[in-house]
């Protein structure tokens, strides 16, 4: 199913972000030339519970729903939408339904807000979002009132991870049906951020241009492989924390896809700490896209990641049935050397070992390097 054939869900409940979320749905569901459904969610009958009380309770909150439902109504007079109440266990649970029947293309939902929710007091935004069957988008607060303009630039938080490469890939598919330009970003951590102070200010710089030049290569070889045709760059930026480095381009693009945690249920949203700082901190809608499964992640982005991980399992394997454990150290911690202390207590046998390539003769310890 194309996704313009693929509705856009938008869950309303009252709140301080509901209008932002129908502001941004209906947006983008005109947009993308697909179907538009405002879905209020309230408490369904409880399994177990004193019959009587529940069902006038379950009437008053369905006619909270329906209250709900006319106010969206309202909002959205001159927009084509269905709108739907549903009773289920928890908010969360209703929009996933909803979501799945339709297949939807992607749930909106107002601004993460730290307070009680209308209808479902246990509720919350983290946990719609959390195990969410497709992306989940989030506009700022107050982004009802700004100017209506097209989805024209959308932004990628990339990493080379498998669920950095299903956010790029469903990055470029909006891209495609918006026409918008594509731009990948990558965030490398500044020099003192991940060097030690005694390695020297050479041999930092080395290690971040090195590290830019490889994240450029990834970027570029990921946007070939998916999104060739597609109007697309990519940059790798340096700064010191990821999310402030990030949420500060919210002049440079329309929208943030990411990508969500890289375990989890596979086709699901599962938010990892970066994720969920950054769609707290962006003046931009945020694009959470869930964990793809093997039939949609693309080879070349995430062959490394599973030939790594296929690497290290016959590793142990092997390790395990030898009972052989190896330890490789540099050569000040060897038998006889300055720092062995540090590993005296270890038991096993020492062999010389050798490391090729070129050493830097600069920074702390090079010189005692060279020497020995």
Not at 14 to 29: E, I, K, Q, S
Not at 93 to 107: C, K, P, R, T, W
Not at 122 to 147: K, L, N, Q, Y
Not at 198 to 216: L, T
Request: charge should be negative.
């Amino acid at each position: 199913m194309d996704i313009h054939e693929r509705p856009v869900v938008i869950g309303y409940d009252g709140g301080p972000g509901a209008a932002d979320a129908l502001a941004l749905g209906l947006r983008w569901a005109a947009q993308l030339g697909s179907d538009a459904v405002v879905v209020v969610v309230y408490p369904g009958p409880a399994p177990i519970s004193p019959g009587r009380v529940d069902a006038e309770w379950v009437a008053d909150r369905r006619a909270e729903a329906e209250r709900l439902l006319e106010e969206a109504r309202r909002l959205t007079a001159t927009a084509r939408a269905e709108f739907r109440a549903v009773g289920s266990g928890s908010a969360s649970h209703g929009l996933h339904d909803v979501a799945e029947e339709l297949a939807a293309s992607v749930i909106v939902l107002g601004a993460l807000q730290h307070q009680q929710p209308r209808l479902l007091a246990a509720s919350t935004g983290d946990r719609v979002i959390a195990g969410a069957p497709c992306p989940v988008a989030i506009p700022p607060s107050g982004w009802r009132d700004r100017p209506a303009e097209e989805l024209g630039r959308i932004g990628v938080a990339f990493v080379p991870t498998p669920d950095g490469g299903e956010a790029l890939r469903v990055a470029a598919i909006f891209a495609r049906r918006f026409g918008a330009h594509l731009h990948a970003v990558t965030v490398v951590a500044r020099e003192a951020d991940v060097m030690s102070y005694r390695i020297g200010a050479d041999v930092e710089q080395i290690y971040v241009s090195a590290a830019e030049e490889e994240f450029q290569r990834g970027i570029e070889a990921a946007i070939a492989e998916v999104a060739p045709d597609v109007n697309a760059s990519g940059e790798v930026l340096v700064g010191g924390d990821t999310v402030e480095t990030l949420a500060g381009l919210r002049d440079a693009f329309d929208a943030l896809f990411m990508g969500s945690r890289g375990y989890g249920p596979i086709g699901r949203v599962l938010l990892g700490g970066v994720s969920a700082r950054l769609m707290r901190r962006l003046d931009i809608p945020a694009v959470v896209v869930p964990r793809g499964d093997s039939a949609h992640r693309s080879p070349g982005i995430t062959s490394k990641v599973e030939g790594m991980k296929a690497d290290r399992n016959r590793d142990r394997e092997s390790a395990s049935d030898a009972a052989l454990q190896r330890l490789a150290t540099y050569g000040s911690l060897a038998p006889g050397r300055p720092n062995h202390h540090q590993h005296a207590g270890l038991d096993g046998h020492w062999s010389p070992g050798k490391v090729y390539g070129t050493l830097v003769d600069a920074g702390w310890g090079a010189g005692w390097a060279i020497r020995h």
